[in-house]
């Protein structure tokens, strides 16, 4: 499996999976995606939800129709291990980003923006 | 499940509900619906959250790694067939138009379903799409147009399929031979869209000309309907026909040997060779002609837009035969290998079980 890069959504899809454990199905998921997103589509969820099955990074079962559904089944995600290896590669990569920054850019950050004179 | 409105027992507009339904993305209809019943409050809220997760979906789709090149692609190679019937602000209009409907029926193309039909329908959908908003510009500014019909629908015929090949190349299953056998008659006719595709751009190419001696070529779709027949006749013994089922050999491999006959591999011996390169000859022959024209000063009534358009094309009809190529033989070693599995199957002996001893 040739490894991809993952996207912005695919990264918070695959933290939010991981975050729900066993109970990581569609409407759970979602409900994940809008504490750690602004404004998530449900259409884009689960269009990358399946974009991240075939990438191999997620597994999927569905159960059997339930009433509250209106007679349609839940789909459950579970993370692979591939998922896990590429999730944790992707959070490693923004805490470098991180650390890249000083401390001392927060505190002294303000407005306007002033550069040194040169003459 | 999918093709069917589940029984819903929320909201009086059934009508509004079934519309819902159906404008869902087949991929993520039931996950969709299923969230939408259990956080149902009113009618208008479910179309809006429909129409809002079809607008999700669509932008979802581009994020793939492949589509933003396959959609430059597909949007350079209509106009450029288009160029010799159109002008490039209507071609380009045109070209837009057919990849937003392609872009729209990629959302409702289900992921899942392996195999080469949805491209095949993909062509399908294009050349139809090609055709009615030539005709739609045709009516509006008849004036622009070169008044010449069949020119028109050849042209679509070869944008339209240009642009499926390069949805086939980008949208190939990445394990496509595990249903080989079912899939044989979709990569049959990729076979022969691609040889049709090249019949019309010589004719269109010969129209551009208009050289005395090689509209000859025109002649070509009298001889594509000619080997057609000859494929399909029981009488001449066509590839294609009904076949006569021997007793002695396995039925799997006679099925497989039948669709091995019937793909174009790549050349193995110099006599192969040169009847491919003979192929291609012909088919820049009309572009040698006009070279001739301009070069003894006599090209006053050569197309030029139109012929460099067609170069193009031929030149990516000519990258795509690599492709096609590629894909029949992986075909015929699939066929092989499917074949000796069954064989071997076949040779073990039955295990024994309790009832047996």
Redesign the interface.
Known sequence: MEK?KL?H?EESLLAAVAALGEDAY??AV?NKLCELEDDP????????L??LE?KGYLVSQYTLP?P????????YYRVKPEGAAALKESFEKSKRKMKAVPNSFWRFVKWPIKFPIYK | MAHKVPNIQIGKPRVLLTIAWRLLPISCRIDLWGDFHQTYTSPGLLIRRTFGAIRGALRAQTEERYYPGRALMQMLIIPASLLGTLTPFWAGVVAGSVTAGLFVRDVYTNPKNKGYACFLWDAVIATCLLIVFQALVFLRLSGQLIPEAPAIAAQSVAGAAGASYFRLIFRMPRNPFDRVLEDYKDILTINLLWITACQVLMYTSVVAVSYGPINILTGAPVAIGAVLIRLQSPRLGGVLAPQLMSLTTNPLQQRADHAKRTLALPAQTPAQRCVELGFFAVLLLPFAAALWKWWTKQDADIDWTHLCANAGSLLILSIFWLHVRELNDETVKALDKKVKDELKRLEKPPEKTDGDI
Not at chain 1, 41 to 48: A, L
């Open positions: 991809d996207t959504l569609g409407l979602y589509n449900q259409g884009s969820m689960y269009v990358t399946d974009r075939r339930l509250e559904r209106g007679g349609l089944p839940k789909k």
